[in-house]
């Protein structure tokens, strides 16, 4: 497989339950030999996450930073069935990208039609690129539903490292990718790899997930992170230099 060369999915101390600070993040990045970085924090239901005037400020980060390209987003957390996002429109405008998750504090399980419902009602909304891990068996998931929905959208289903980590919370992760990767495959859906840092050493670790696109024998052309062209398809409209 071809190197990954950004990872646009990390947290930060901001987000209340990860341990690292955005220039440990950048660091680890660097030591990777990663070409671009992503910060990602969680936005404000989230149990001692920010308010938005934090992502307001994103203009303080520089574009790079020791080297490495910098990117600035939010994983927001879905709050209900249709979709609806924990962060105002004006907020999701000035992102990089927004990645959109179901998450336990955030929303309660529903039904596998429900739970569908709410990850392809967040794909309406024109800033949301990436859907978070839709792997967890908490939120069971009409799987060709999803990744229809995703074609349709121009959505990318993130890969995410740290649902195969054996420390996870999520479930049966193992079993799941694999079955959208193979829809997606069907369906000429991107995916996109994430670590889902929560502490410096996480960042850019992608080998669960390079093991198990190897393993699906996913294509590299439907992988985003093999190229620099690739992190377009993710990305909000913007008037700075992208690189």
């Known amino acids: 497989m071809k190197k990954l060369l950004f990872d646009l999915h990390t947290h930060t101390l901001v987000s209340g339950h990860a341990f690292s600070t955005l220039k440990e993040n950048i660091e680890a990045a660097r030591d990777r030999g990663l070409w671009a970085m992503g910060t990602?924090?969680?936005?404000?239901?989230?149990?001692?996450?920010p308010d938005p005037i934090f992502f307001g400020n994103y203009k303080a980060v520089p574009d790079e930073?020791?080297?490495?390209?910098?990117f600035t987003g939010m994983e927001a957390n879905i709050s209900d069935y249709d979709g609806h996002l924990d962060m105002d429109d004006?907020?999701?405008?000035?992102m990089d990208y927004v990645i959109a998750s179901l998450h336990v504090p955030c929303i309660d399980a529903g039904t596998r039609a429900e739970n569908t419902?709410?990850?392809?009602?967040?794909?309406?909304?024109?800033?949301?690129?990436?859907?978070?891990?839709?792997?967890?068996?908490?939120?069971?998931?009409?799987?060709p539903r999803l990744v229809q929905a995703a074609a349709k959208a121009k959505v990318a289903l993130e890969v995410n490292s740290s649902s195969t980590s054996p420390r996870t919370g999520r479930r049966n992760a193992?079993?799941?990718?694999?079955?959208?990767?193979?829809?997606?495959?069907?369906?000429?859906?991107?995916?996109?790899?994430?670590?889902?840092?929560?502490?410096?050493?996480?960042?850019?670790?992608?080998?669960?997930?390079?093991?198990?696109?190897?393993?699906?024998?996913?294509?590299?052309?439907l992988i985003l992170n093999t190229s620099r062209d690739g992190l377009r398809y993710v990305l909000n409209e913007t008037q700075r230099q992208l690189w």
């Open 40 to 49: 990602s924090d969680h936005s404000s239901s989230m149990p001692g996450a």
């Open 174 to 221: 193992d079993k799941n990718i694999p079955i959208f990767l193979a829809l997606c495959q069907d369906y000429g859906v991107p995916v996109i790899v994430g670590s889902d840092a929560h502490i410096f050493s996480a960042v850019g670790d992608f080998a669960t997930a390079e093991a198990m696109l190897t393993r699906c024998n996913f294509p590299e052309k």
């Open 117 to 143: 419902d709410a990850l392809i009602g967040a794909m309406q909304n024109p800033f949301v690129k990436i859907i978070g891990h839709p792997d967890d068996d908490r939120y069971p998931l009409d799987y």
């Open 90 to 94: 004006a907020t999701l405008k000035k």
């Open 65 to 70: 930073l020791f080297g490495v390209r910098i």
